[in-house]
Nanobody, 132 residues
């Protein structure tokens, strides 16, 4: 069974950087689509970034474009989310999700942002708090 586990959350001041990691297991890493979502208290879960493993296809929400970088680490079957120039609005619980057969999932990004329902498996989340 596919599993993902997030790590790397913490507290940081505005303008700082943080890197989240999502370790994947139980499925073929190459060809999967993986994504980071976040949810702040009282708000809906929103996509942050996504990647189709083994290709150059990525997606970024407008709110993080230019500040966050999603990348795969094939040696560790992990995806990382490097977060730069953090803002208090980035405070949220961050979740990693995976769709094992990722081709169709990622093709949809040409038309619309990724959504939670596109990904079958998810993690427990890691908290990120950005103070002003």
């Amino acid at each position: 069974q596919a599993q993902v586990e997030e790590s790397g959350g913490g507290s940081v001041q505005a303008g700082g950087s943080l890197t989240l990691s999502c370790a994947a297991s139980g499925f073929s890493f190459n060809g999967a689509s993986m994504a980071w979502f976040r949810q702040a208290p009282g708000k809906q879960r929103e996509v942050v970034a996504a990647i189709y493993i083994g290709s150059a296809r990525t997606f970024y929400s407008d709110s993080v474009k230019g500040r966050f970088i999603i990348a795969q680490d094939n040696a560790k079957t992990t995806i990382n989310l490097q977060k730069n120039n953090l803002k208090p609005d980035d405070t949220a619980m961050y979740y990693c999700a995976v769709q094992v057969d990722g081709m169709g999932t990622s093709a949809a990004w040409n038309c619309r942002p990724p959504k939670s329902a596109d990904f079958r498996y998810g993690g427990q989340g890691t908290q990120v708090t950005v103070s002003s």
